[in-house]
């Protein structure tokens, strides 16, 4: 059983990674930002009581979170996971802690300067959501040196998978990012601390350089630190 948790600031590539692991180790990906955003586009109940914390940057209540993901781990049986977007708050870890037993956190690291950059370039498919982003980046933060090449689609605000229009989403505005990049500092700290209390494996990367590349350092670290066959 491989029951792990991907963790990281808005922009880090949270989704990214884990979609990698989920496509090169069969682990489910269970990503809360994902079903939200469905529930909104299908416009139900719980998608409207979500909507307005989401599009300010705001966290959505624990009550609700901690029941979508219990609703999902139950629909695929517990079996090997990677968590992402869940839990943000130590209310939502202990709420998880009965539900199953984490056993890794892969923790993304990247400069802050560098996220909003990244961020602000950002844009995703309006109906399949491929993400994109505009911006390359090529700058040295302290001792890291962030080689990020820009993600274009072929044809300019076009997908590159199925022809609908890119977009910035809501949350990816510069005041947003600022206010999300805040909300994560402060609420992360104290999950971070309380998943270390309990001696969970730290898989932790900085994430400095394309897809490709880092996605080999968390499966080698995996592998290594977790004996996760890869
Ligand atoms: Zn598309």
Redesign the pocket.
């Known amino acids: 059983m491989t029951e792990l948790i991907i963790f990281g600031p808005p922009g880090s590539g949270k989704g990214t990674y884990s979609k990698e692991l989920e496509r090169l180790i069969g682990i489910k990906r269970i990503s809360t930002g994902d079903i939200f955003r469905k529930e909104i586009e299908k416009n139900t109940k719980l998608g409207q009581a979500i909507k307005k914390y989401v599009e300010s940057g705001a966290l959505v209540p624990d009550d609700i979170v901690i029941k979508v993901v219990e609703k999902e781990l139950k629909r695929i049986r517990k079996k090997n996971f990677i968590l992402d977007g869940f839990p943000r708050t130590i209310e939502q870890a202990k709420a998880l802690d009965k539900i199953v037993k984490i056993k890794g956190i892969i923790l993304l690291r990247m400069d802050e300067r560098i996220l909003i950059k990244k961020l602000a370039g950002r844009r995703v498919?309006i109906?399949?959501?491929?993400p994109y982003n505009v911006v390359s980046i090529d700058e040295v933060v302290g001792k890291v040196h962030y080689v990020l090449p820009a993600i274009k689609p072929k044809k300019r605000g076009i997908?590159d998978?199925?022809?609908?229009k890119l977009i910035q989403r809501k949350d990816d505005k510069p005041s947003v990012i600022k206010k999300r990049l805040e909300v994560y500092k402060k609420q992360s700290r104290p999950v971070l601390r309380y998943y270390r209390k309990k001696g969970v494996t730290f898989i932790n990367v900085t994430v400095n350089r394309d897809i490709e590349t880092v996605t080999k350092r968390i499966l080698s670290l995996l592998k290594r630190r977790m004996k996760i066959k890869v």
Do not use: A, D, F, P
Not at 127 to 130: S, Y
Not at 161 to 164: L, M, W
């Open positions: 498919c109906n399949c959501g491929k997908c998978v199925c022809g609908s």
